[in-house]
């Protein structure tokens, strides 16, 4: 369990939900590589119920990045990349990317006003 | 984890998309393409791709990628078609021989034109993933405190 100001909970939670956003946004661009490639799986990240479990248990760190082989059918050459799906996720990822960005800068935002004042907290 | 590990792979996939590009131009270049029939015929060029390290699935870290998500993909050879093309009945060519007989190269004009299109559609795919990285970027570049 972390209880220093710049190591809390929700600090650390934000950081692992950029990683968990971070191997998403590679996974989709791995497969959106391989779309033609025979016989290639596409691969799907997972890390939200990992995530929401540590929260819970008090440490966010405790998050594992889970990578599987997708189990959607394949075409005639063996591959089952899905164009559409790779880009809704690489979009998808994107956007809460960003708002894990607007997350910690207000995070930021709360320890700047604690540590200047409001006057100087901008 | 690299610190631009979703644009470098998207880059393998615009790179294999090029090249199959390439391939497919080759091809209709020399679709008529004739020679005698004591020669071979032009040989179609095939692309041939594969994933690259870490690619093929499974959990936990791999070679240096985030959880075995995989790098992307590489060109591992160029597969060449038939030389046999095929024999056309041509008296008039000066490389026919004594029946009349010259050797075509067998290329699918349409089987060109359909793996074009889907090469530039592959193409294009990974310019929108490198994209929707660079907004990524951006937004962990306005990380400020």
Sequence with gaps: MMSSVFGDIATSAIYQAMQGLWAEQQAAANNVANVNTPDFKAQDVSFESCLS?????????????????????ADQT??????????????KAGMQFQTMVDAMNAKFQLLSTAINGPSSAG | MGLFDPISTAVTGVDANQTWLNAISDNIANMNDVTSTSQGAYQARFVVTA??????????????TAAGTGSGV??????????AGVE???????????????????????QQMTDMMLAQRGYEANLATI????NAYQAALGLRV
Excluded: W
Aim: proline residues 9%.
């Design chain 2, 88 to 110: 056309e009945y041509d008296p008039t060519s000066p490389l026919a021989d004594k029946k009349g007989m010259v050797r075509a190269a067998d290329v699918d004009l349409g």
């Design chain 2, 74 to 83: 590489a060109v591992t050879g160029i597969a060449l078609g038939s030389p």
């Design chain 2, 51 to 64: 994933p690259l390290a870490g690619a093929t699935g499974g959990t936990g870290p791999s070679s240096g």
């Design chain 2, 131 to 134: 994209s929707q990285a660079e």
């Design chain 1, 78 to 91: 063996g591959n089952n990349v899905d164009l559409a799906t790779e880009m809704v996720t690489s979009q």
């Design chain 1, 53 to 73: 479990q540590a929260i819970t248990a008090g440490d966010p760190s405790q998050m594992q990045v889970t990578t599987a082989p997708s189990n959607a059918p």
